[in-house]
């Protein structure tokens, strides 16, 4: 870029405008670079487009101011407080109209496990207490899914896998793959795109979220609050298994069911299709036998039930040495219904006989 100047006498003179042009012309010619330093005085406006915030070397106090597109700034989901020691990549810049030098910011990282481990549990805690992770709100899978959705990545054993031991359980199962990226810093949504579109499909019963084991870096897309958000508004019941056993990505919590590896999702998401037919196998055998048992069962409940009324019959009383007296009208329940001279029947356990009375008793 050619700077206009003035000539005055043997001197080039430059006006304050065209020296700071020149000067932000030319550091556009420097690479982009990594800066590493603490965070200080950070500041946001809503109605700002750029965030702002000035690293310190802690060695010596140096500063530099940064700047970065508020839209980029937001997209990373940090969450910077002054002391943090970060990684800032960018390129040096001045701003012409007045003669401010700073690094302008493409992306920043938080230097450090235990930053990063920071940042998940803080996470962690606020969408626990929005009760994202909460047993009531888990689904059961379904029984006999029909078609279920792989969310993976280009990497063939964690798909391989999966798909081999859902064909080998239920092979009526059908299987709708969306791959993505499942680590770096588009993953993240790349993830949430995937999960959203993927559950368009016609006929999707079931997600199954899935990558191989890496780093906890690696591994880091599947605690991103985008992704854990969208597992947990899956319209659809979703399976995460992420990782190794030992790792619980923020996507574990938040799905209905978790596996440690591929073929353990199948293995929660399809039943065996072998040891079904085995089952019905021994239903359909149980009832075959099912009428002469049904018949067992009747037959001793009449025997019971025969008992009962021999028990209660007047035949019974009467084989116990009781009878029965009768006169014309009816059966003679007291002495003082009948009077001497009365003809009666009496009636016995084997045989009646005819008599007629010749004293009452009270």
Known sequence: MKVEHELQGDRKVYTVSAFNRGVASWLTRLPTIWVEGEVTEFRRQDRWQSVFFTLKDPRDGSCLPVSMPRSGFDALRLELVDGTTVHVFGRPELFAARGEFRLRALTIEPLGLGAL???????????????LFAAARKRPLPLFPRRIALVTGNEAAAKRDFVTAVTARFPAAQIVIAQTYVQGPRAAPALTTAL????????????????????????????????????????????????????????????????????????????????????????????????????????AVLDSLAGRLRTLSHQATLARGYAIVRMDTGIVRAASAIAPGDRIDVELAEGALAARVEETRP
């Open 117 to 131: 481990l920071a940042g998940i549990e803080q996470l962690k805690r606020r969408l626990a207490g929005e009760g």
């Open 196 to 299: 959203a579109d993927i559950v368009r499909e016609p006929g999707v019963e079931v997600v199954v979220l899935t990558r191989g084991g890496g780093s906890f870096e690696d591994l880091l897309p599947f605690s991103d609050e985008r992704v854990v958000r969208a597992v947990a508004g899956c319209p659809v019941p979703v399976v995460s298994a992420v990782g190794h056993e030992q790792d619980t990505p923020l996507c574990d919590l938040a799905a209905d069911a978790r596996a440690s590896t591929p073929t353990a999702a199948a293995r929660l998401v399809v039943p065996d299709e072998g040891e079904l037919r085995e089952r019905l196998r021994a239903l359909r055998a149980r009832l075959d036998r099912a009428p002469l048992l049904l018949v067992e069962r009747k037959r």
